[in-house]
């Protein structure tokens, strides 16, 4: 949404590989934000970036992890350290005022 | 960030008001209280924010109250496509009147519109 693509909308991977999530936007946001939603629960945030090459963790950051080498691009990694990957991730960006979210990735770790 | 207090589940019928609360006790003075919504699997979509005074916009109001412990988003003609949850978020502005840092999520409140 508001040119914000996230890519794939599904994505299915075996248990112990890492899996890359893909968050580009073209609204030349200085933020951007992952976040995890699992059925019938709010969102948490993952990792968040102000600037590009800086990034903080958020609140459940363990078991993922992020770079920010272009202000557009914002991927997200999840580890074979994280417990228990199967979820919602959406990506979100922010210039300060209004923040605009993907349309997420649905992963699924059989 | 303050923490925000919202119902889990709320009912409206269609084209009626739907008033959604939110409690933000600890608000400081530079947040802004913002509202998104989430139609199921899809990404929040972003509906209006205020720091105090009401504000409206195509979609809703909000209604801030005087000490900002609390405020009101208004929906003010319901329809069955407005069934969504509905977050309410205090966020820190800073001295440009920008907002930056996480935007923290709580549980949010299901809102049913049914005819």
């Known amino acids: 949404d508001g040119g914000i693509t996230q890519s794939p909308k599904y994505l299915f991977r075996k248990e112990g590989q890492n899996v890359t999530l893909s968050c580009e936007q073209n609204?030349?946001?200085?933020?951007m934000y992952w976040y995890r939603q699992d059925p019938g629960q709010g969102l948490r945030l993952i990792y968040y970036?102000?600037?590009?090459?800086?990034?903080q963790k958020g609140d459940i950051a363990e078991g993922y992890s992020v770079s920010r080498e272009k202000k557009e691009s914002f991927p997200l990694t999840v580890t074979s350290a994280q417990k228990n990957p199967t979820a919602f991730y959406l990506c979100?960006?922010?210039?300060?005022?209004?923040?605009?979210f993907g349309q997420g990735t649905r992963l699924t770790v059989v | 960030d303050a923490k925000t207090t919202q119902p889990p589940s709320m009912d409206c019928a269609e084209g009626r008001a739907a008033n959604l609360p939110c409690n933000h006790s600890t608000i400081s003075g530079n947040e802004y209280v913002y509202w998104y919504r989430q139609i199921h699997s899809q990404g929040p979509q972003y509906i209006i924010h205020?720091?105090?005074n009401n504000e409206t916009n195509e979609m809703a109001s909000l209604i801030i109250t005087e000490d900002r412990k609390s405020s009101t988003l208004i929906l003010p003609h319901a329809t069955l496509r407005d069934t969504a949850v509905y977050y309410c978020i205090v966020r820190v502005a800073n001295a440009g009147g920008t907002s930056y840092g996480k935007l923290t999520f709580g549980q949010g409140t299901i809102l049913t519109v049914h005819p």
């Open positions: 609204l030349n946001h200085d933020a």
């Open positions: 979100a960006s922010d210039k300060g005022v209004v923040a605009f």
């Open positions: 970036s102000q600037i590009v090459n800086d990034f």
């Open positions: 205020g720091l105090k």
